[in-house]
């Protein structure tokens, strides 16, 4: 398949790469086209999807397309433009509507529309599980309310609705991932806040975290593309959601180090996207999409990671 990512970041550019490995042709669309990613085997392509403009002169002929695009922090006004608009810009690209971004030299949207066979591209879109906005450690699924606190939140639950309208216009087969905590190699704030002595237990330590490994990511949106139903939604997310308390009584025990000290629950750091309580349930990923976990809880994810430490 032809396949384009666009955000070759920390989970963009390793899918990318097991992408290859399986055979596929990709392209990487990133702000500034990068060497890196040819060595890879990965063509690199200079865009970027706040600007429709630089997209213009680029191929879209794609069969499979994952948008994993991520702000890496930023503004209500940065999520914004690389989430809502973005995607709006990135669809219009792909398959334009009676406005849409036409390539170099088209005549009309006919040109750019479809591939030879008629059909848009399969796509991938990462949003995240930070969309519920859920405080009573309720169980929630994709058929939950997604009311977020947080505006940064809010724009990911415009940015969903937006992409599902487009693609039931255009007949664009597209899904939606909500991930989990991302944690991995280089990546997993709350044991670096444990090494490094700053991490807090808040009040009695029972808000619930909700983690996925980055290989488990990967696997899911390969999953996705290959068998996944255009219109729905995927909570990826591993089996066993554990309270804050408990992940960190493991952590200490597995590292022989002590607890983190307790703190009250209203004097916790703020989050981009709000503090919630909730446990997501990955059953339609593992049902539905025949996912298989290779790290299906904490224990062995963070074990993992703890070993490769150990070893750098």
């Known amino acids: 398949m032809r396949v384009l990512i666009v955000g070759c970041?920390?989970?963009?550019?390793?899918?990318?790469?097991?992408?290859?490995?399986?055979?596929?042709?990709v392209s990487g669309l990133r702000r500034s086209a990068s060497d890196a990613l040819r060595a890879t085997g990965i063509t690199?392509?200079?865009?970027?999807?706040?600007?429709?403009?630089?997209?213009?002169?680029?191929?879209?002929?794609?069969?499979?397309?994952?948008?994993?695009?991520?702000?890496?922090?930023?503004?209500?006004?940065?999520y914004r433009q690389l989430y809502l608009e973005g995607t709006r810009n990135l669809i219009e690209w792909l398959v334009p509507g009676s406005a849409g971004i036409l390539p170099a030299g088209s005549k009309d949207n006919q040109t750019a529309t479809r591939r030879q066979d008629g059909s848009a591209p399969r796509f991938v879109y990462t949003s995240s599980t930070g969309v519920y906005g859920q405080n009573d450690g309720s169980l929630v699924d994709e058929t939950s309310a997604t009311e977020p606190?947080?505006?940064?939140?809010?724009i990911l639950v415009a940015t969903e609705k937006l992409l599902l309208q487009l693609a039931r216009e255009r007949n664009?087969?597209?899904?939606?991932?909500?991930?989990?905590?991302?944690?991995?190699?280089?990546?997993?704030?709350?044991l670096k806040q444990f090494l490094r002595g700053d991490a807090r237990i808040e009040g009695a330590g029972a808000r619930v975290l909700n983690m996925i490994h980055r290989d488990d990511l990967i696997a899911s949106i390969i999953a996705a593309l290959e068998r996944g139903y255009g219109g729905e939604i995927y909570n990826v997310v591993d089996d066993e959601p554990v309270s804050q308390l408990e992940f960190f009584r493991w952590l200490a025990s597995t590292l022989d180090k002590p607890m983190p000290p307790i703190v009250p629950e209203d004097t916790a750091a703020p989050r981009k996207r709000g503090l919630t309580?909730?446990?997501?349930?990955?059953r339609k990923?593992?049902?539905?999409?025949?996912?298989?976990?290779?790290f299906p809880d904490y224990r062995s994810g963070y074990t993992n990671e703890i070993q490769r430490l150990a070893q750098v």
């Open 9 to 25: 970041g920390y989970v963009g550019l390793p899918l990318a790469v097991e992408l290859v490995r399986l055979g596929h042709q």
């Open 149 to 154: 606190a947080s505006e940064t939140a809010q």
């Open 44 to 78: 690199p392509l200079s865009g970027d999807i706040t600007r429709p403009e630089t997209l213009r002169d680029l191929p879209n002929n794609f069969d499979w397309v994952v948008n994993c695009a991520a702000t890496g922090g930023g503004t209500v006004e940065d």
């Open 277 to 282: 309580n909730k446990r997501i349930s990955n």
């Open 285 to 294: 990923l593992r049902m539905e999409l025949g996912v298989d976990l290779k």
């Open 172 to 190: 664009i087969p597209a899904m939606i991932l909500r991930a989990a905590g991302i944690y991995g190699p280089e990546r997993g704030y709350l």
